[in-house]
C-alpha cells in the first residue's frame, strides 16, 4: 500500500529527490535512487522514476514502501579495522559507508575522527569514496610523512582494487584505460571524461571472474585522480555495480569496490611491505561463476605478488 503526502511550503518548483530526501532524512541518497529506478513513486497518481521531475505545492506523493534507513554509524573505531600498527604508520580498513575524513557541513563520523580519537592525532594519507570499502594508511608524522608523499608522487606505492560491473564488450580479457578526467560540467560531485585537456588518468584491469550479469576485475589505478575508476568504468558501459553517481544505485546494496592491496617500496622501511584486504563476501563470485583466474595470479603484477606471497612480511586482515 502507498504511503501518501501532499507537499507544502515550497517557494518554487523543486526536483522529485529532494522533496524525497527531506521527507526520509533518515534515509540516504542511494536508498531515495533506488526507490525511484524500482518505479516505485507516483506524482499525482502517475509513476515517476525522473529525479528531477518538478514537484509544486499541492502535488500529492506516494510511495509503495518507505526506504530502508541508513545503516547505524559507528561511534567508535572497531578493533578489527586495523590491519597494522607499524609506530609511525597505521593500515586500516575502512568500512562501506564511513566517510575517510570530516565533510563540511556533514554531521556524520569520520574513519580520521574515529582513528584520532583512539591512537591520538594522526594525518590521513590518502582517501577512499564513502562508499568504497578497504585499504587506508594514517601516519603519525616525523620523516615517513615526506617518504611517503615522495613515494606517491613517484608512483612506488602499489594499489589494487576489486570490483564488480556490469558486462560490456568493449573490456576485454585485461587492458588499460588512459582517458583524461576533469570535473563534471554541470555536477559538481561528479567528474567526466575531457575531450581535450583535462588531467591524465590511467587503470589497468584484468577480468577474474564472470557471470551471465556481472564481471569481476581486478584494478590497478596508476594515476589517482578522483573517483577515476567509477569514470573510466562507467565511460566504457561498464558501471561498478551500486554506483549512485555513474551508474544505477539499484543494482547492488552498495558500491562494489574495495581496495584490496596496498604495497609500499622498499626505501620507506628497507624491505617492501604488502597488506592485503579479503574482500567482503558480498564479493564472492556464485557458484557456476567463470574463473578466469585468482585474484594473486593477476597479470597486473604478477612478479610482484609472487614474491609478496613468499614473504614473512605481508599482512593480511585479522592477522596479528
Avoid at 567526466?192 to 589505478?221: D, F, H, K, M
Wanted: with cysteine; net charge positive.
Amino acid at each position: 500500500m502507498y504511503e501518501r503526502f501532499t507537499v507544502t511550503g515550497l517557494a518554487g518548483p523543486q526536483r522529485l529527490d529532494r522533496i524525497l530526501r527531506a521527507r526520509y532524512s533518515f534515509s540516504g541518497r542511494q536508498a531515495i535512487d533506488q526507490l525511484l529506478a524500482r518505479r516505485q513513486v507516483q506524482v499525482n497518481r502517475r509513476t515517476v522514476w525522473l529525479a528531477s521531475w518538478q514537484v509544486r505545492n499541492g502535488d500529492t506523493v506516494a510511495v509503495l514502501a518507505a526506504p530502508e534507513p541508513l545503516p547505524v554509524q559507528p561511534t567508535r573505531f572497531e578493533p578489527g579495522w586495523l590491519v597494522a600498527d607499524e609506530g609511525d604508520l597505521l593500515v586500516v580498513n575502512k568500512p562501506a559507508g564511513l566517510l575517510s575524513e570530516p565533510r563540511a557541513g556533514l554531521d556524520r563520523p569520520s574513519l580520521l575522527q574515529l582513528a584520532v580519537e583512539q591512537f591520538g592525532p594522526l594525518t590521513l594519507f590518502h582517501r577512499l569514496d564513502r562508499d568504497t570499502s578497504g585499504l587506508l594508511l594514517l601516519t603519525r608524522g616525523g620523516p615517513l610523512n615526506a617518504k611517503l608523499a615522495l613515494a606517491f608522487q613517484s608512483g612506488l606505492v602499489h594499489k589494487e582494487y576489486l570490483a564488480l560491473v556490469e558486462p560490456s564488450t568493449a573490456l576485454q580479457k585485461s587492458g588499460v584505460i588512459a582517458l583524461p578526467l576533469r570535473p563534471h560540467r554541470q555536477r559538481h560531485d561528479q567528474m567526466e571524461v575531457a575531450r581535450c585537456g583535462g588531467q591524465p588518468a590511467l587503470t589497468r584491469y584484468s577480468q577474474i571472474a564472470a557471470s551471465a550479469n556481472r564481471l569481476w576485475l581486478c584494478l590497478q589505478p596508476e594515476t589517482g585522480r578522483t573517483h577515476q575508476l567509477r569514470v573510466h568504468l562507467a565511460h566504457l558501459g561498464a558501471p561498478i555495480l551500486g554506483d549512485r553517481l555513474y551508474g544505477h544505485a539499484h543494482s547492488a546494496p552498495r558500491l562494489m569496490l574495495h581496495a584490496h592491496v596496498l604495497g609500499l617500496p622498499a626505501f620507506l622501511y628497507g624491505i617492501d611491505r604488502w597488506f592485503v584486504s579479503p574482500a567482503p563476501p558480498e564479493f564472492d563470485p556464485p557458484a557456476g561463476a567463470l574463473i578466469e583466474k585468482a585474484v594473486e595470479e593477476s597479470p597486473l603484477s604478477s612478479a610482484e605478488l609472487r614474491v609478496r606471497r613468499s614473504r614473512p612480511q605481508k599482512t593480511e586482515l585479522g592477522s596479528p
